[in-house]
């Protein structure tokens, strides 16, 4: 395996009494696509809030590239290379997917305002311009939207929102990318393509670490699984090790109708 990428060294996370995660501990190496799973609650978004800067642990650090993010503001930790996308889509709806890309794109560059970001999409003729240009056009053919980029952002799919955020996400140049909970609103047609999008991105050489419910998914694109219960680590390893051990059947059996959905869709996916 390679050397670690990311790692999560003994995070905790209190408010006020309640712990929303308790002495998480991992590893990610370069060039894994690792999922970070759990039911509801379990504190996948809250460890993603803090490898991102947006929530200071309460205890223990995250380092990216050897580098303490302890203290770190979240442009400061994209610009090590870390990146991210939201549960949330969070396009401009009233700009068109072209210039959602660009916008990302020269905030990466120098952080105009957003005013001064959508004048500079009128400088066409300067040599950087057509150069950005030419990266948005190629990040949207990346993640399937070429042919959407005339169009309002608002105005696509939630899943083809969703991918206007991995574009944006792209944008940074990223070293390694976090994706939370990206197949959310997606069919299984899209889910399948953005499988495939998944792997080009690794391919490319960016690191994958995401937050998925979508079982099936997660056991087919996952080079290894950490599972969180109640804010605690409770197993990690390969796929095929993680969808028989009983601290993760547990873990879902007990959690209703979804979860026990969720658990047995892994299981389908061991038979298939």
Do not use: C
Not at 82 to 96: A, E, G, I, K, M
Not at 220 to 239: C, M, Q, T, W, Y
Not at 243 to 248: E, I
């Amino acid at each position: 395996m390679s050397a670690a990428i990311l790692s999560v060294a003994h995070v905790g996370v209190r408010f006020g009494g309640l712990v929303a995660i308790a002495d998480l501990h991992f590893d990610v190496a370069q060039g894994e696509i690792v999922s970070l799973i759990g039911p509801n609650g379990a504190g996948k978004t809250t460890a993603f809030n803090v490898m991102t800067g947006f929530l200071k642990p309460s205890q223990g650090e995250v380092r990216f590239r050897g580098t303490s993010l302890t203290g770190l503001q979240p442009h400061e930790i994209t610009r090590l290379g870390l990146s991210r996308t939201f549960q949330r889509t969070s396009v401009f709806p009233d700009d068109t997917v072209f210039e959602n890309v660009m916008i990302g794109l020269h905030r990466q560059g120098g952080g105009m305002s957003r005013t001064l970001l959508l004048d500079a999409l009128l400088a066409r003729t300067r040599a950087s311009e057509r150069a950005l240009r030419e990266r948005a056009e190629a990040l949207l053919d990346w993640v399937g939207l070429a042919g959407r980029a005339g169009e309002k952002a608002g105005a696509l799919a939630y899943g083809e929102q969703r991918l206007v955020g991995v574009a944006l996400a792209l944008a940074t140049e990223p070293a390694m990318l976090l994706l939370d909970e990206p197949v959310s609103g997606m069919n299984a047609s899209e889910t399948r393509i953005f499988v495939r999008l998944i792997r080009q991105i690794r391919e490319r050489g960016i690191t994958v670490l995401l937050v998925e419910h979508d079982m099936p998914m997660v056991m087919e694109v996952s080079d290894r699984i950490v599972v969180l219960n109640h804010g605690r680590l409770i197993a990690e390893g390969r796929p095929e090790a993680i969808r028989s051990d009983p601290a993760v059947i547990e873990a879902y059996l007990g959690q209703g109708s979804a979860a026990r959905r969720a658990a047995a869709g892994a299981r389908e996916v061991a038979h298939a």
